[in-house]
């Protein structure tokens, strides 16, 4: 059974930083990408981050252009987790974060695999 567990969310103010972990289970994980999408309360949910499986696609991550710059995504293979390092938060920021699962392309737009999600809230 395909598992994804976050872990990491919580309430900051702006200009600070938070650090989202993703602990995997139940999958081949070095073999397929990881990445983390979000939504806020009326919006549609949004593709934040991806990090590809370097076995499968090479060296490859993505970062929508709302958070290019501020957000930093990681992987480590031998634990089975993916960060998500996220700085200069905003309040725009404020949503329930999730971890997904899949293949890069998938994992980017319509990931097969979800988390049950984190809160993350930026007060201003």
């Known amino acids: 059974e395909v598992q994804l567990v976050e872990s990491g969310g919580g309430l900051v103010q702006a200009g600070g930083s938070l650090r989202l972990s993703c602990a995997a289970s139940?999958?081949?994980?070095?073999?397929?990408?990881i990445g983390w999408f979000r939504q806020a309360p009326g919006k549609e949910r949004e593709g934040v981050s991806c990090?590809?499986?370097?076995?499968?696609?090479?060296?490859?991550?993505y970062y929508a252009p709302s958070v290019k710059g501020r957000f930093t995504i990681s992987r480590d293979n031998a634990k089975n987790t993916v960060v998500l390092q996220m700085n200069s938060l905003k309040p725009e920021d404020t949503a329930v974060y999730y971890c997904?699962?899949?293949?890069?392309?998938?994992?980017?737009?319509?990931?097969?695999?979800w988390g049950q999600g984190t809160q993350v809230t930026v007060s201003s």
């Open positions: 997904v699962a899949g293949d890069y392309g998938s994992s980017r737009s319509d990931p097969p695999y």
């Open positions: 139940g999958f081949p994980f070095e073999d397929y990408a």
């Open positions: 990090i590809s499986s370097v076995r499968i696609s090479g060296h490859k991550t």
